[in-house]
């Protein structure tokens, strides 16, 4: 079993920056891949972003340049730092764990564990 525990999000102008982290505790496999997924009311789950084990990094079209999926200093944990919000991002994110095949980094299903997600809002 492997807990996640998300923690950063919150109000913020668009414009502005904020950092999600997702602590990760318990039996932690190898050959991860942590992603970050949202889900804004009455949309589907999307992809976000997603840090391999290997160290690569894979992001949704309309974050990248602005969101940075990274790994912290303290141990199991993961960022992501997101910059230049936009109103569009408004949505609840998690942060989810699983061992999927690079063809479905992007496939929230190919997750087996979550978070319980941290709302993030961002204002016009």
């Known amino acids: 079993q492997v807990q996640l525990v998300e923690s950063g999000g919150g109000l913020v102008q668009a414009g502005g920056s904020l950092r999600l982290s997702c602590a990760a505790s318990?039996?932690?496999?190898?050959?991860?891949?942590y992603g970050w997924f949202r889900q804004a009311p009455g949309k589907e789950r999307e992809f976000v972003a997603a840090?391999?084990?290997?160290?690569?990094?894979y992001y949704a079209d309309s974050v990248k340049g602005r969101f940075t999926i990274s790994t912290g200093n303290v141990k199991n944990t993961k960022y992501l730092q997101m910059d230049t919000l936009k109103p569009e991002d408004t949505a609840v994110y998690y942060c989810?764990?699983?061992?999927?095949?690079?063809?479905?980094?992007?496939?929230?299903?190919?997750?087996?564990?979550w978070g319980q997600g941290t709302q993030v809002t961002v204002s016009s």
């Open positions: 989810a764990i699983g061992r999927p095949i690079l063809s479905s980094i992007r496939n929230p299903d190919m997750y087996a564990y």
């Open positions: 318990g039996s932690i496999f190898s050959n991860y891949a």
């Open positions: 840090l391999r084990y290997s160290g690569h990094t």
